[in-house]
């Protein structure tokens, strides 16, 4: 998928600008649909141990959100414990 792959892309060249962590959610939920299980999970794990908590999205932002953590298998508490662990 050309218009996915682009999107991994753009993801990762504005990332080198900056990481934040809703941007890491955009490139973990591209990533996911190109396929790549195993770097939706790392990048979404990344985003959490920087920070993001479900309450930076909204609407169908946050519904994806969810959706992408049910099909990863990534729980919303581990992000709090990853901020525990590093804390």
């Given amino acids: 998928n050309?218009?996915?792959?682009?999107?991994?892309?753009?993801?990762?060249?504005?990332?080198?600008?900056?990481?934040?962590?809703?941007?890491l959610l955009h490139l973990a939920m591209a990533q996911q649909a190109a396929g790549n299980k195993a770097a939706a999970r790392k990048t979404l794990q990344e985003a959490q141990r920087a920070g993001l908590d479900k309450k930076q999205t909204r609407g169908l932002e946050r519904q994806k959100y969810e959706q992408l953590l049910h099909d990863l298998g990534v729980a919303e508490a581990q992000r709090s414990r990853a901020v525990q662990t590093a804390a």
């Fill in 2 to 23: 050309g218009d996915v792959q682009g999107a991994i892309e753009d993801l990762q060249l504005s990332l080198l600008g900056g990481r934040s962590t809703l941007k």
